[in-house]
């Protein structure tokens, strides 16, 4: 399935952002899977970004060395990947535009990259992650694709749906931020 990209519909109170360790969670369990996929017809809208594709196949942030290539010492499994494009047809997932970066390799030229406002909240989100990067480090890159997946779920009004603790805490801490945990989530989903 090719992801299509799509504006969210702001008004939608349930729109929301898997982050990798989303995923991981849901796809742990066939509860879990199938609480997700219910969701889809109470109305829930998820969204993700083209990073998110590449840490869902393996190529997550922390595997780039200083000169931007990704060294992938144990390749993702393909049977999570499956598990992982299976989710994302489940739930109908739809790709948001994300800002274009300084990456190799990370911004295309075919009209879905922005250019982020370091004036607005959501650019000040990204800074903030983003300089928790080490560039003199063997990961220099840690902190980006986080940034950006942030970054693409505050200027959209999505909930990031994340298991990362110190990810929630900043957005949290923004002004128009929100964020969950997947098992938030899918109480939210049960509620219903």
């Not at 869902?56 to 992982?84: D, H, R």
Request: aromatic share 8%; net charge negative.
């Amino acid at each position: 399935m090719k992801k299509q990209y799509s504006e969210p519909d702001r008004k939608n109170v349930n729109n929301y952002m898997l982050d990798t360790s989303a995923y991981n969670h849901i796809v742990a369990s066939s509860e879990k899977l199938d609480a997700a996929k219910k969701s889809v017809s109470l109305g829930f809208c998820y969204y993700s970004t083209a990073i998110q594709d590449l840490e869902l196949s393996g190529e997550g942030a922390k595997t780039y060395n200083k000169e931007c290539v990704p060294i992938i010492k144990k390749p993702m499994p393909s049977e999570m990947i499956q598990k992982f494009r299976q989710l994302d047809k489940e739930l109908d997932v739809k790709l948001l535009p994300e800002i274009a970066t300084c990456m190799l390799n990370h911004s295309r030229v075919d009209g879905t990259n922005r250019f982020y406002d370091s004036d607005s909240v959501e650019g000040q989100l990204f800074e903030k992650i983003a300089s928790k990067n080490k560039h003199e480090s063997n990961r220099p890159f840690e902190y980006s694709h986080d940034a950006i997946i942030a970054e693409a779920a505050v200027h959209y009004g999505c909930t990031l749906v994340s298991d990362d603790k110190e990810l929630r805490d900043l957005m949290n801490a923004t002004p128009s931020g929100r964020a969950i945990t997947t098992d938030e989530l899918l109480e939210k989903i049960n509620t219903y």
